[in-house]
Protein backbone atom coordinates (compact mmCIF):
# COMPACT_ATOMS: atom_id res chain seq x y z
CA UNK A 1 0.00 0.00 0.00
CA UNK A 2 1.31 3.14 -1.23
CA UNK A 3 1.18 7.16 1.31
CA UNK A 4 -1.33 7.61 -1.04
CA UNK A 5 -3.86 4.57 -0.35
CA UNK A 6 -3.50 4.75 3.29
CA UNK A 7 -7.25 4.47 4.70
CA UNK A 8 -8.41 7.81 6.06
CA UNK A 9 -10.72 6.47 8.62
CA UNK A 10 -7.82 8.11 11.14
CA UNK A 11 -9.05 11.65 12.12
CA UNK A 12 -6.89 14.42 13.57
CA UNK A 13 -8.69 14.32 16.96
CA UNK A 14 -8.12 10.67 16.97
CA UNK A 15 -4.57 10.57 15.98
CA UNK A 16 -3.75 13.62 18.48
CA UNK A 17 -5.42 11.56 21.28
CA UNK A 18 -3.23 8.46 20.93
CA UNK A 19 -0.25 10.36 20.26
CA UNK A 20 -1.06 12.12 23.52
CA UNK A 21 -1.39 8.74 25.34
CA UNK A 22 1.88 7.96 24.43
CA UNK A 23 3.95 11.25 26.16
CA UNK A 24 1.66 10.33 29.11
CA UNK A 25 2.64 6.66 29.01
CA UNK A 26 6.26 7.08 28.78
CA UNK A 27 6.26 10.17 30.92
CA UNK A 28 5.34 7.80 34.02
CA UNK A 29 7.53 5.25 32.88
CA UNK A 30 10.68 7.58 32.82
CA UNK A 31 9.58 9.09 35.91
CA UNK A 32 9.49 5.96 37.74
CA UNK A 33 5.36 5.45 38.42
CA UNK A 34 5.56 1.94 37.20
CA UNK A 35 2.17 1.18 39.10
CA UNK A 36 0.46 4.16 36.95
CA UNK A 37 2.40 3.19 34.06
CA UNK A 38 1.29 -0.33 34.28
CA UNK A 39 -2.53 1.21 34.44
CA UNK A 40 -2.34 2.20 31.08
CA UNK A 41 -2.34 -1.98 29.75
CA UNK A 42 -5.45 -4.00 30.04
CA UNK A 43 -5.55 -6.35 33.20
CA UNK A 44 -5.15 -9.06 30.52
CA UNK A 45 -2.55 -6.97 28.71
CA UNK A 46 0.60 -8.27 26.93
CA UNK A 47 4.21 -6.92 26.68
CA UNK A 48 6.80 -8.93 24.29
CA UNK A 49 9.90 -7.91 23.30
CA UNK A 50 11.76 -9.72 21.49
CA UNK A 51 14.68 -9.09 23.70
CA UNK A 52 12.76 -10.77 26.22
CA UNK A 53 12.56 -14.84 26.29
CA UNK A 54 8.94 -14.69 27.41
CA UNK A 55 6.22 -11.98 27.04
CA UNK A 56 4.95 -10.23 30.19
CA UNK A 57 0.95 -11.05 30.21
CA UNK A 58 -1.26 -9.52 32.88
CA UNK A 59 -0.81 -6.20 34.38
CA UNK A 60 0.87 -7.69 37.34
CA UNK A 61 3.61 -9.47 35.51
CA UNK A 62 4.29 -6.38 33.49
CA UNK A 63 4.14 -4.30 36.84
CA UNK A 64 6.58 -6.51 38.41
CA UNK A 65 8.95 -6.33 35.05
CA UNK A 66 9.04 -2.37 34.72
CA UNK A 67 9.40 -2.59 38.39
CA UNK A 68 12.63 -4.68 38.11
CA UNK A 69 13.98 -2.66 35.08
CA UNK A 70 13.28 0.95 37.21
CA UNK A 71 14.95 0.05 40.18
CA UNK A 72 18.34 -1.54 38.76
CA UNK A 73 18.39 1.59 36.60
CA UNK A 74 17.65 3.66 39.59
CA UNK A 75 20.35 2.21 41.38
CA UNK A 76 22.99 1.90 38.92
CA UNK A 77 22.00 6.28 38.53
CA UNK A 78 20.65 5.76 34.89
CA UNK A 79 18.03 8.26 33.75
CA UNK A 80 16.35 6.25 30.57
CA UNK A 81 13.83 8.43 28.45
CA UNK A 82 11.92 6.47 25.77
CA UNK A 83 11.13 9.04 22.36
CA UNK A 84 8.66 8.22 20.50
CA UNK A 85 7.72 9.43 16.71
CA UNK A 86 6.66 8.22 13.27
CA UNK A 87 3.32 7.45 15.08
CA UNK A 88 1.02 5.24 12.73
CA UNK A 89 -2.69 4.52 13.58
CA UNK A 90 -4.71 2.20 11.76
CA UNK A 91 -7.44 -0.36 11.88
CA UNK A 92 -9.88 2.02 13.64
CA UNK A 93 -12.42 -0.54 14.99
CA UNK A 94 -14.70 1.13 17.17
CA UNK A 95 -12.63 1.82 20.49
CA UNK A 96 -9.95 0.48 19.35
CA UNK A 97 -7.24 0.88 17.41
CA UNK A 98 -3.70 -0.11 15.83
CA UNK A 99 -0.68 1.57 16.27
CA UNK A 100 3.21 1.71 15.17
CA UNK A 101 5.67 3.77 16.68
CA UNK A 102 9.72 4.51 16.56
CA UNK A 103 11.42 4.41 19.41
CA UNK A 104 14.48 5.23 21.00
CA UNK A 105 15.69 4.09 24.68
CA UNK A 106 17.86 7.10 25.58
CA UNK A 107 20.34 6.08 28.92
CA UNK A 108 22.23 9.21 30.63
CA UNK A 109 24.40 7.93 33.79
CA UNK A 110 24.19 10.44 36.51
CA UNK A 111 27.33 13.28 35.43
CA UNK A 112 27.64 11.38 32.12
CA UNK A 113 26.61 12.29 28.11
CA UNK A 114 22.92 10.51 26.82
CA UNK A 115 23.75 7.55 24.55
CA UNK A 116 21.22 6.03 22.67
CA UNK A 117 20.66 2.36 23.77
CA UNK A 118 18.17 0.87 21.45
CA UNK A 119 16.34 1.64 18.36
CA UNK A 120 12.66 0.18 18.53
CA UNK A 121 9.73 -0.70 16.28
CA UNK A 122 6.88 -0.44 18.91
CA UNK A 123 3.17 -2.30 17.59
CA UNK A 124 0.43 -1.88 19.62
CA UNK A 125 -3.44 -2.70 20.25
CA UNK A 126 -4.87 0.04 21.95
CA UNK A 127 -8.64 -0.06 23.13
CA UNK A 128 -10.71 2.34 25.24
CA UNK A 129 -11.30 0.76 28.39
CA UNK A 130 -14.19 3.12 30.17
CA UNK A 131 -13.19 5.83 28.24
CA UNK A 132 -9.24 5.66 28.91
CA UNK A 133 -6.84 4.49 26.19
CA UNK A 134 -5.37 1.21 27.30
CA UNK A 135 -2.48 -1.23 25.46
CA UNK A 136 -4.18 -4.58 24.93
CA UNK A 137 -1.48 -6.24 23.59
CA UNK A 138 2.48 -4.50 22.84
CA UNK A 139 5.24 -6.12 20.47
CA UNK A 140 8.53 -4.75 20.85
CA UNK A 141 11.27 -5.36 18.43
CA UNK A 142 14.46 -4.07 18.84
CA UNK A 143 16.31 -3.72 15.73
CA UNK A 144 19.19 -5.15 16.39
CA UNK A 145 18.07 -8.27 17.18
CA UNK A 146 16.57 -8.51 13.48
Request: proline fraction near 3%; hydrophobic fraction near 40%.
Amino acid sequence: MSVTELPQATTAGLYTEIQQFYAEQMHLLDDGKVEEWAHTFTTDGVFAANAQPVPAVGREAITAAAAAATEAYAKAGVQRRHWLGMVSVEGVDGDAVNARCYALVIETPRGGRPEIKASTLCEDRIVRVDGAWQIQDRQITRDDLI
